[in-house]
């Protein structure tokens, strides 16, 4: 099964406000393994950044000006989501602004599967800490890179607090597939090469006179 692990940073909190995204990542998983497929791109929200948004991921409106907009990159972004299942930290946030982009350009709404990461943990963990930092703490994962809030950062640690919080340490064998490629094979030819030994007079005489004592001893 392929999956995406998906985080967005925007402009500010509510889409009521008119904030906008200024940066999606996606990093693509396949039988929890990460594939070399990723979608990341800054974003022009063609509006300032709040104060607060910008203590938290450091985009700049200069640097922002300068990047392509939304419209530009959404199709590209559609295929690359198409019929996978999304894993998202507080996945209510990040789809709020994603539908809200897409609604902007008159498209229909986000409606693959997804998992919401913050209710496993809330589910799995009640009355603790559950922010990405507090469960990259509890597995042990190395976040020392998230100094600012980064979408492709955000998502390479998600994808391995994921894993844990669904209890497979290891990724999974796709038993199936292997199942498959034997069952598209009309005929296994398995060919066995032994070395075939042959004992000399010798040790022919040894052994007879091994099994000649065996016998004595057992019978009389």
């Known amino acids: 099964m ?13 889409v009521k406000d008119g904030h906008r995204i200024v940066e999606i990542g996606c990093i ?17 929200p063609e509006r300032k950044v709040s104060e607060k948004a910008f203590k938290i ?33 507080n996945a209510e946030f990040d789809l709020t602004h994603l539908n809200n982009e897409l609604k902007l350009l008159g498209s229909e709404k986000i409606d693959n599967e997804v998992i919401d990461t913050l209710v496993l943990a809330r589910d ?24 600012t809030h980064t979408a492709l950062i955000d998502c390479d640690l998600l994808a391995k607090v994921y894993i844990n919080l669904i ?10 597939a292997i199942n498959d490629q034997y069952e598209k094979t009309d005929e296994v030819i398995l060919n066995y090469y032994k070395k075939i030994v042959k004992p000399s007079e010798t040790e022919k005489k040894e052994h007879k006179e091994y099994l000649e004592k065996k016998l004595k001893k057992n019978y009389f």
């Open 2 to 14: 392929k999956e995406i692990v998906l985080d967005t940073e925007t402009t500010g909190i509510s």
């Open 124 to 147: 799995k963990f009640p009355g603790s800490q559950i922010s990405l930092d507090a469960l990259c703490k509890r597995f042990k994962i190395d976040n020392s890179r998230r100094v």
């Open 57 to 89: 991921h450091g985009y700049s409106d200069k640097f922002l000006s300068k990047q392509k907009k939304f419209n530009e990159i959404v199709d590209e972004f559609l295929e690359f989501i198409k019929d996978k299942r999304l894993i998202i930290h």
């Open 167 to 176: 209890d497979q340490k290891e990724p999974s064998l796709n038993f199936q």
């Open 28 to 44: 693509e998983l396949e039988n929890l393994v990460p594939t070399k497929n990723k979608f990341h791109f800054y974003l022009n």
